[in-house]
Each structure stands twice: as structure tokens, then as C-alpha cells.
């Protein structure tokens, strides 16, 4: 699983867990995020129990990937930062759902 969000920080950023519309709601700056059916999650995610290296559990923050604008973009539109969302987009291989993740995890401070 890319993205993993405990209780404590549902609540801090006010999320809302929409089943109706298949969705969480991120109620500090938004924003929504779709939920993914079985069939769409893709098959490597499934088989992969690897974080990228500079994760949340505390790797080396090295760039294993090139940070794109447009992920960069995906994450400021949460509230983050550019700067923020690229540092921790460095630090997570790019992957947007582990970025976010890292930065709701640390209050934006990675």
C-alpha cells in the first residue's frame, strides 16, 4: 500500500471518509483523493512490501528519481509548498501518494 493515514492524522487535517462518493476529503485544504478499487491497484503494488529509500522510516532523504513538475504541482495543491513537496518527492522516488503521505506525517516538515 502507497499510502497509509492513522487516525490521529485524519483527524489533524479534518479528513472525511466519503463512501458515497468513493473518496477521502481532506478538509484543511480541499482537497479529495479517490479511493481505488481492487482491480486498479496496480499488480507490482500488490506484491511490493519496499518503501522507496528516504521514506518515513527515516532513510538517507537521497533522490533515487527526477522530481516532475506536475507531481510537484499534485502536491501543492494540497497545501504544501513547492519547496516541500519536492524535497519529500526526492525523498520518496517521486511517488506522489508517499510524498504526501511523508509530509502529512511531519506537519510539512521533512
Do not use: W, Y
Amino acid at each position: 500500500m502507497d499510502m497509509l493515514l492513522g487516525l490521529d492524522m485524519l483527524k489533524r487535517h479534518q479528513c472525511v471518509i466519503d463512501l458515497k462518493e468513493n473518496c477521502l476529503k481532506i478538509g484543511t485544504t480541499g482537497t479529495t483523493a479517490p479511493f481505488l478499487a481492487e482491480r486498479d491497484i496496480p499488480k507490482t503494488a500488490e506484491d511490493s512490501d519496499q518503501q522507496p529509500s528516504g521514506s518515513a522510516q527515516g532513510g538517507s532523504g537521497t533522490a533515487t528519481a527526477t522530481v516532475t513538475d506536475e507531481n510537484v504541482s499534485k502536491l501543492v495543491d494540497m497545501g504544501f509548498t513547492p519547496e516541500q513537496s519536492r524535497k519529500a518527492l526526492g525523498m520518496c522516488g517521486n511517488s506522489t501518494d508517499l510524498a504526501a503521505s511523508l509530509l502529512f506525517e511531519k506537519g510539512g516538515q521533512v
